[in-house]
C-alpha cells in the first residue's frame, strides 16, 4: 500500500465523515485526521481501542464501544458524544475496509548458531599487542579515518610495545683455532683434532 494511497483514502473518509457529523464538531475531524495519519490508533485483543493524545505524546485515551476517557467525552462537550479520538478509530476503521489487506510477512526462522554479519566500516584497522603476556589481535572500526587514527593512538599509548630483550653475552671460552669449546669433567675443551690425531689443546 502506497503512502498516496492511504492518505487520499484518509482524506476521502474524513470528507464524508465531515458531512454527517454534527457541524458543532468544529476542528475535531481535522485533529481525527492527524491522529489516523500517525498511526496512534492501536486495537486491543479485549475490543477496546487505544488512541493518542494530540497534544501530549506521551498519553493514550482509551475507547470501549461508543465511549472515550477524554475530557471531551466525559464532560459532555464534544457534540453527540464525537471526540476527536472517536472519530478518529471510525475514520481508521473506514479505510481499512477501503484498502486492500496488507500481504501477510512469512517469517524465515534463522540458524540461532550462525553468527550475526557484521556492517562493514567504511574504516578500520587491525593491530597486534601483547596484554598480560598473551598476544592478542584487536580489530578498530570507525566511520571517520582520523577519529579512527585518534583511537588507535589511545590504544596504542594504553598498551606500549615491550623493549627489545637485551642479548646475553655469550661465555663459552673459545679456542683461538676452532672457536666455541665445550665443557666436561676436568673443565672446557677443544672437540677438535689436530692432524697428527691428537686433541687440541685449545691453544
Given amino acids: 500500500m502506497g503512502t498516496s ?3 487520499q ?3 476521502e473518509v474524513a470528507a ?5 457529523l454534527p457541524q458543532e464538531t468544529n476542528g475535531r475531524v481535522e485533529s ?3 491522529l489516523v495519519l500517525g498511526h496512534d490508533i492501536e486495537p486491543q485483543e479485549d475490543g477496546s481501542i487505544l488512541v493518542g493524545s494530540s497534544s501530549d505524546p506521551l498519553k493514550q485515551y482509551r475507547l470501549e464501544g461508543h465511549t472515550c476517557e477524554c475530557q471531551d467525552f466525559t464532560r459532555g462537550q464534544a457534540p453527540g458524544g464525537w471526540c476527536q479520538h472517536r472519530i478518529a478509530a471510525g475514520i481508521q476503521k473506514r479505510v481499512q475496509e477501503l484498502l ?3 500481504p501477510e510477512v512469512v517469517e524465515v526462522p534463522c540458524d540461532p548458531k550462525a553468527p550475526a554479519p557484521l556492517p562493514e566500516a567504511p574504516a578500520s584497522v587491525n593491530v ?3 596484554i598480560s603476556g598473551r598476544e592478542v589481535q584487536w580489530t578498530l572500526r570507525d566511520s571517520d579515518e582520523a577519529r579512527l587514527a585518534e583511537r588507535l593512538a589511545a590504544l596504542l599509548e594504553r598498551y606500549p610495545a615491550s623493549p627489545p630483550a637485551t642479548p646475553v653475552a655469550d661465555t663459552t671460552p673459545q679456542c683461538p683455532q676452532h672457536g666455541a669449546m665445550r665443557t666436561g669433567k676436568r673443565g672446557w675443551f677443544c672437540p677438535r683434532k689436530l692432524d697428527d690425531g691428537s686433541w687440541c689443546k685449545g691453544k
Fill in 5 to 7: 494511497t492511504f492518505r
Fill in 128 to 130: 597486534r599487542l601483547t
Fill in 100 to 102: 486492500p489487506p496488507l
Fill in 32 to 34: 481525527a485526521v492527524k
Fill in 9 to 11: 483514502t484518509v482524506a
Fill in 16 to 20: 464524508r465523515a465531515k458531512e454527517r
